[in-house]
């Protein structure tokens, strides 16, 4: 028997990246980065890994203020002088038999270079289908990395953002 679920299934999305910098703290190098990534505004809640099999990439739209919204987010922060990335990648895939699956996320940070993460988030992500024996169709990525020299603090973030379907106008 088949049933109805009612739950919280996200039919939209949008991947954004960020990057703050401040003489303050992490917190307001974090805060910066938000602003820039244009989720500032947004009460952030990190979820899991999973892409709805019908969910819609769209281009990235203002959200308002307070709104609470679900993301799978990547973040770093860094002191002067260091070079910090942030990186998501998103991707669907298929069961191995050919029927429909669902997509996955991954996020990924650390001190290194745009080609070492990119590198770290195809096995992520690759491994997460190899794990469900399902295939992936395609892999879409979107990193972010700072070098921190003027400024005491740095972060950068990369946040897959499931967009609320009431402010969506398509």
């Keep these: 028997m088949l049933m109805e ?19 303050v703290s992490k917190l307001n190098a974090f805060d910066r980065a938000l602003i820039d990534a244009g989720i500032g505004q947004c ?20 959200i308002p203020a307070g709104t609470i ?4 987010m990547a973040r770093m ?3 002067k002088n260091e070079t910090i990335s942030a990186g998501i990648a998103w991707g669907m895939a298929r069961q191995v038999n050919g029927d429909l699956g669902y997509g996955f996320v991954v996020e990924g940070e650390g001190n290194c270079d745009r080609n070492e993460l990119e590198d770290a988030l195809r096995r992520k992500i690759g491994d997460m289908a190899k794990a469900r024996n399902m295939k992936l169709e395609s892999v879409k990525m ?7 020299s003027k400024a ?4 950068v973030v990369a946040a897959l953002v499931f ?6 106008s398509i």
């Design 5 to 23: 679920f009612n739950g919280l299934i996200p039919k939209y999305f949008y991947v954004t990246v960020g990057k703050g910098l401040s003489d």
């Design 43 to 62: 009460n952030l809640v990190t979820v899991s890994s999973i892409l709805p099999r019908n969910a819609i990439e769209i281009s990235p739209v203002k």
């Design 69 to 72: 919204t679900f993301v799978v």
């Design 77 to 79: 922060h860094g002191t």
């Design 142 to 148: 979107k990193i972010v990395d700072l070098t921190i």
């Design 152 to 155: 005491k603090y740095g972060c």
């Design 163 to 168: 967009v609320p379907s009431d402010i969506v």
